[in-house]
């Protein structure tokens, strides 16, 4: 398939997975009603305009923006280790983001935080942003910043936060360890308009740069030696990169949990249909992550209606499959 008949393809079918997302729930919504609620058109129409407006569309959207930001970094990811197998929590941000959601949870209780996201959610970014900033400094020297090294040091960030993680469950209460459990399932009930705006405000600047680095991602696939022959500014890159990741990765687990194997699926399911040229993988994956997590949203809120089941496991039943898939195929890949 061509690049650009993917992106088209995927363009059609994001509006159309969005409108099912607004659809579909415990109550199923008409879609002619919701079309009418949506370009306001309203009249007699009361409750399920509450419904659309203050429920449903907003977790569509947030789900979307979501999806698609984690979807857009780990192709970046991908194209900076040069490594088909890595996502965005190797540099720490989820490990880094559940230390600092169990810490407010087990400390301060979760409670209501400022601008729409609770306490949870800014320990969340918090601490995600802080394992990003430690694993970037751990990494950079005199002569530059180290992509193995960065590896390296995100792997041990990650343990050091597994183990932080576990003594605060030892010392947390029944209802403590049930909330840390939920959150790192991943969920978007908690989507509302102060979140969408947040999320979408960090979303533009990562969809407006992130795509901008195509070609230097491009060159990098080559090796940072031929990079810089080719006149790429490789740390300014690199550190541009892990920056956008950790703030566009931060937001989305700040809102929704810790959602794992969108950014590893869907850029490698994105890279076997066209190719590794980031000019079109960065868009392409964007658009295919928003609606593989909206579809996934869907059915956790359908399958066992009226009790949602967190997100987080669907995509895991769907990463961890086709993860060990790509274990079994490592040597096609070089790795």
């Given at each position: 398939?061509?690049p650009?008949?993917?992106?088209?393809?995927?363009?059609?079918?994001?509006?159309?997975?969005?409108?099912a997302?607004?659809?579909?729930?415990?109550?199923?919504l008409?879609?002619?009603?919701?079309?009418?609620?949506?370009?306001?058109?309203?009249?007699?129409?009361?409750?399920?305009?509450?419904?659309?407006?203050?429920?449903?569309?907003?977790?569509?959207?947030?789900?979307?923006?979501v999806?698609?930001?984690?979807?857009?970094?780990?192709?970046?990811m991908q194209?900076?280790?040069?490594?088909?197998?890595?996502?965005?929590?190797?540099?720490?941000?989820?490990?880094?983001?559940?230390?600092g959601a169990?810490?407010?949870?087990?400390?301060?209780?979760?409670?209501?935080?400022?601008?729409?996201?609770?306490?949870?959610?800014?320990?969340a970014?918090?601490?995600?942003?802080?394992?990003?900033?430690?694993?970037?400094?751990?990494?950079?020297?005199?002569?530059?910043?180290?992509?193995?090294?960065?590896?390296?040091?995100?792997i041990?960030?990650?343990?050091?936060?597994?183990?932080?993680?576990?003594?605060?469950?030892?010392?947390?209460?029944?209802?403590?360890?049930?909330?840390?459990?939920?959150?790192?399932?991943?969920?978007?009930?908690?989507?509302?308009?102060?979140?969408?705006?947040?999320?979408?405000?960090?979303?533009?600047?990562?969809?407006?740069?992130?795509?901008?680095?195509?070609?230097?991602?491009?060159?990098?696939?080559?090796?940072?030696?031929?990079?810089?022959?080719?006149?790429?500014?490789v740390?300014?890159?690199?550190?541009?990169?892990?920056?956008?990741?950790?703030?566009?990765?931060?937001?989305?687990?700040?809102v929704?949990?810790?959602?794992?194997?969108?950014?590893?699926?869907?850029p490698?399911?994105?890279?076997?249909?066209?190719?590794?040229?980031?000019?079109?993988?960065?868009?392409?994956?964007?658009?295919?992550?928003?609606?593989?997590?909206?579809?996934?949203?869907?059915?956790?809120?359908?399958?066992v209606?009226?009790?949602?089941?967190?997100?987080?496991?669907?995509?895991?039943?769907?990463?961890?499959?086709?993860?060990?898939?790509?274990?079994r195929?490592?040597?096609?890949?070089g790795?």
């Amino acid at each position: 398939m061509s690049p650009r008949r993917l992106v088209w393809l995927l363009a059609f079918a994001l509006p159309v997975c969005l409108l099912a997302a607004v659809m579909l729930g415990a109550v199923r919504l008409p879609a002619l009603d919701v079309l009418a609620v949506l370009v306001g058109r309203d009249d007699g129409l009361d409750r399920l305009a509450l419904i659309v407006r203050q429920l449903r569309l907003p977790r569509a959207l947030l789900t979307a923006l979501v999806g698609a930001m984690l979807a857009i970094c780990g192709a970046a990811m991908q194209g900076l280790f040069r490594n088909p197998l890595a996502d965005p929590s190797l540099i720490g941000v989820t490990a880094g983001a559940s230390v600092g959601a169990s810490l407010v949870i087990v400390f301060a209780g979760g409670a209501a935080g400022f601008i729409g996201l609770s306490l949870v959610s800014l320990g969340a970014f918090v601490g995600g942003t802080a394992a990003v900033l430690l694993v970037y400094r751990l990494a950079t020297g005199p002569g530059g910043t180290s992509v193995a090294t960065m590896l390296l040091a995100g792997i041990a960030i990650g343990a050091l936060a597994g183990s932080v993680g576990s003594l605060l469950e030892f010392h947390a209460d029944n209802e403590m360890l049930r909330r840390i459990s939920l959150w790192r399932m991943g969920g978007l009930d908690g989507a509302n308009w102060p979140r969408v705006a947040i999320v979408a405000g960090v979303s533009a600047l990562v969809f407006w740069v992130l795509p901008r680095q195509a070609d230097a991602l491009n060159a990098l696939l080559l090796g940072e030696s031929e990079a810089r022959h080719l006149g790429i500014a490789v740390d300014r890159i690199k550190r541009r990169l892990v920056l956008l990741t950790a703030a566009g990765v931060g937001v989305s687990v700040a809102v929704a949990g810790a959602i794992t194997f969108v950014g590893l699926v869907v850029p490698h399911i994105v890279r076997m249909l066209i190719g590794p040229d980031h000019r079109w993988l960065l868009p392409a994956s964007a658009l295919a992550g928003a609606i593989l997590l909206l579809l996934a949203d869907t059915l956790a809120r359908i399958v066992v209606a009226p009790t949602e089941l967190p997100v987080g496991l669907l995509t895991a039943l769907l990463g961890a499959p086709f993860f060990i898939s790509l274990l079994r195929r490592r040597r096609e890949y070089g790795l």
